[in-house]
């Protein structure tokens, strides 16, 4: 019972991230980084410290009794995954709700699931796995091979994307993804997949804080709120300096009180982006309470969002007018990379 309740906390979240950027379809006359960082307030600074409240009401206690090497730590990680989540949603704008997500997240979860390992091969830890684990037993190698299958994934959804990239003329490549660029998008996501990986790591640095939480008698289930407070200070910072620089240099301060926009609706639009966003964390800080922190949780979460996304997608048409080959092609690699968690979870339930 408590697994499936695990995955299905993961499919809220996972439903909640690969949805979020919808409401940002419907702001009108904003530039890209006015909207975005009114829905990373929501996002980073104020629904974070709400839940908080009201699942973990002590959370500013065990916040102020953290060692500051595990606060710097953990912030040190949000402003690395800051940097995934600002060109997250740069690889959206460029390649579309299917493709963008299924390159950007299928690196995530590879890095995600892999890195934390290597980590604890250096710096042993009780209960974690190290990189030595997964080379050197069965089920270690399964979840390597896994790992495998999901990068193959990536690159088979990056040549549909090329495919699709040839087959469309540029007027309807603007109609499904207004700003489509193939070349930009893949570079931008690749980088956004493995800086989006730094949020696992993070999590691993504020796990004092978690085990502070449960020992203080809060539910296990929320113990992650406490974490995510800190850990999306660093987001924040990222986000917030570079989209005040691009206001300066686009000369774009003006669109917050444009009133020739609907600024109430696009107030509204990106607040409500900002926390569905933080929703998919608030998820899966449950379910990994009920599965665990390892590779297993995070690519079911990174999984749930691919399929959501690449749902969207399909809403959008964002695969419409390309050739049968193409679509083939897509589908091949967002079912490689659903296997491939299918593969990472068989490894872990061997362990």
Not at 29 to 35: A, D, K, P, R, S
Not at 196 to 208: T, V, Y
Not at 291 to 314: K, P
């Amino acid at each position: 019972m408590q697994i499936i309740l695990g995955v299905i906390f993961h499919y809220i979240g996972g439903f909640a991230s690969g949805s979020f950027y919808m409401p940002f379809k419907k702001v009108r006359g904003w530039h890209w980084e006015n909207y975005w960082i009114i829905g990373g307030l929501f996002s980073w600074l104020i629904v974070p410290p709400l839940a908080a409240w009201l699942t973990v009401p002590g959370f500013a206690e065990i916040i102020r009794h953290t060692s500051s090497a595990t606060i710097g730590y953990t912030i040190l990680f949000g402003v690395l995954w800051g940097f995934g989540g600002l060109t997250y949603g740069l690889g959206v704008r460029y390649l579309g709700m299917s493709l963008g997500n299924s390159v950007v997240l299928g690196f995530c979860s590879a890095f995600g699931a892999l890195v934390p390992s290597i980590y604890y091969n250096f710096y042993p830890a009780a209960g974690k796995t190290t990189f030595h684990d997964l080379v050197s037993t069965s089920w270690g190698r399964i979840v390597l091979i896994g790992v495998i299958v999901c990068l193959a994934g990536i690159y088979i959804c990056g040549r549909a994307g090329m495919m699709k990239e040839k087959e469309l003329p540029d007027t309807e490549k603007k109609k499904s993804v207004a700003e489509f660029n193939l070349t930009k998008g893949l570079v931008v996501a690749i980088f956004s997949g493995i800086m989006s990986a730094c949020f696992n790591f993070g999590i691993e640095a504020g796990k004092p804080m978690a085990e502070a939480a449960v020992s203080a008698g809060f539910n296990p289930l929320y113990q992650n709120n406490v974490i995510y407070i800190v850990l999306l200070w660093g987001g924040l910072a990222t986000n917030f300096i570079w989209c005040m620089m691009l206001n300066a240099r686009n000369k774009t301060f003006g669109d917050y009180t444009d009133k020739k926009t609907p600024l109430s609706k696009n107030y509204l639009f990106s607040a409500l982006a900002g926390t569905t966003w933080f929703l998919q964390f608030f998820f899966y800080g449950m379910g990994e309470s009920k599965l665990g922190n390892g590779a297993s949780s995070w690519i079911l979460h990174m999984a749930f969002i691919i399929l959501t996304a690449n749902m969207w997608g399909i809403i959008l048409k964002e695969w419409k007018g390309v050739s049968r080959k193409t679509k083939t092609t897509i589908t091949i690699g967002i079912a490689a990379i659903l296997v491939s968690v299918l593969i990472v979870g068989y490894g872990n339930a061997l362990k």
